[in-house]
């Protein structure tokens, strides 16, 4: 989306907060505790206590460019008069979110694909041309369902990040890859130090450890689309889906996940007006296919699974040649049932 740029800095950490103060203006978010062990973007109210240490957070960053509800227009019609339409096109403050694991901006990406090349979406665009994305290298060991690496990432991607952040010994190697993260940079000033040839040699040492921590593997992910094709039929979707209660916390947690909903709610009936409002859905609901006719082509468990699988590890591989599927594992942490998705594609995406 924006021009790419590689400028290297580094920052003490002690001056994380002093360069926060720096962003007036924009709103800051950044990870942060919200529950016992429950990790989500906070506003940052005291940029001191940003520590930038965190797992990943329960909440993937996709609500800042993709809210879970969002108001597309307003209408409103006096009887025997023409409806009046009022789009509600957003015009959010600059925002900048720290703390971005590689995972989700690459999630970013893809919904950069699906709200851009599908079909230009002006509500998404709107936000995203004002949120900029400073990610946060992981450089200690993965969790246990993490599998980014097996998915074509790595644990310091810097894909859909505006800045790169990489933590080593009291120091940030701060990294912009994007023009408008370069420009946060500039707006630190002396905060920051030009990194030496040491400083990029301990930066690329870190990344190649990181990279060598040992990930959940999917074997032969270039043969997953054609052995999910071939298994269309298979009567194993049904048994590895019976447990699924159909709550569609695998998707909303997701990433990348963007099914959505839309729907005129009516707030008055004379005269009448209301908004129309778009919310995420996901084909883990029984009634996301629902035909008026009542007819549900994906009325039981297992075809609902295995649209999600399949939309991840075939058609979107068929239609944009990449997974849609960075491997961030809350699917399979967060599935109150064990379902996990990396055991559905080595049993039916292996050929
Ligand atoms: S499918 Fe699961 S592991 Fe893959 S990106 Fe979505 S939530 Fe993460
Ligand atoms: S999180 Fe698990 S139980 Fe809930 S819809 Fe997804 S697969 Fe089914």
């Given amino acids: 989306m924006t021009k790419t740029v590689a400028m290297e800095k580094m920052l003490k950490k002690a001056d994380l907060a002093a360069w926060m103060a720096k962003l007036e203006q924009t709103r800051l978010f950044a990870p942060a505790l919200e529950d016992e062990d429950v990790w989500n973007y906070m506003p940052v109210a005291d940029a001191k206590a940003v520590g930038l240490d965190h797992p990943n957070t329960i909440r993937p960053p996709k609500g800042f460019v993709f809210p879970q509800r969002e108001v597309l227009y307003k209408f ?5 008069e023409a409806p009046i339409l009022t789009e509600t096109l957003p015009d959010p403050e600059p925002t900048v979110v720290f703390g971005v694991r590689p995972c989700d901006s690459r999630g970013l990406v893809r919904q950069d694909i699906v709200f851009t090349k599908e079909y230009e979406d002006p509500y998404y665009h709107g ?3 004002k949120v900029i994305y400073v990610g946060q290298a992981c450089n200690t060991p993965p969790s246990a369902n993490c599998f980014c690496s097996s998915v074509g990432g790595s644990p310091c991607a810097e894909d859909g990040l505006d800045v790169l952040m990489t933590e080593l010994d009291g120091v940030y ?19 920051f130090k030009e990194a030496s040839d040491a400083d990029k040699a301990s930066v690329l040492k870190t990344h190649a450890a990181a990279k060598a921590h040992p990930q959940r593997p999917i074997k032969d992910l270039g043969k997953v689309a054609g052995a999910l094709k071939k298994n269309f039929d298979s009567p194993a979707w049904d048994e590895m889906a019976k447990a699924c209660i159909g ?8 990433p990348t996940c ?15 007006s209301g908004e129309r409002v778009r919310t995420w859905d996901t084909c883990q609901f029984p009634d996301f296919t629902m035909h008026t006719s009542g007819h549900n082509p994906r009325h039981d468990l297992g075809s609902r699974l295995r649209q999600r699988v399949c939309h991840k590890f075939l058609y979107f591989v068929e239609n944009h040649d990449t997974q849609q599927c960075t491997g961030c594992g809350r699917c399979v942490s967060l599935c109150p049932v064990g379902i996990d998705i990396v055991s559905v594609v080595e049993r039916l995406g292996q050929p």
């Fill in 76 to 80: 409103s019609q006096i009887p025997s």
């Fill in 127 to 129: 936000r995203r041309a």
């Fill in 173 to 191: 190697h701060v990294k912009a890859v994007t023009a408008r993260g370069a420009e946060l940079l500039a707006k630190g000033g002396d905060l």
């Fill in 247 to 254: 709550c569609g916390i695998c998707t909303f947690l997701c």
């Fill in 258 to 272: 963007h099914c959505f909903d839309i729907n005129d709610e009516v707030t008055c009936s004379s005269p009448c």
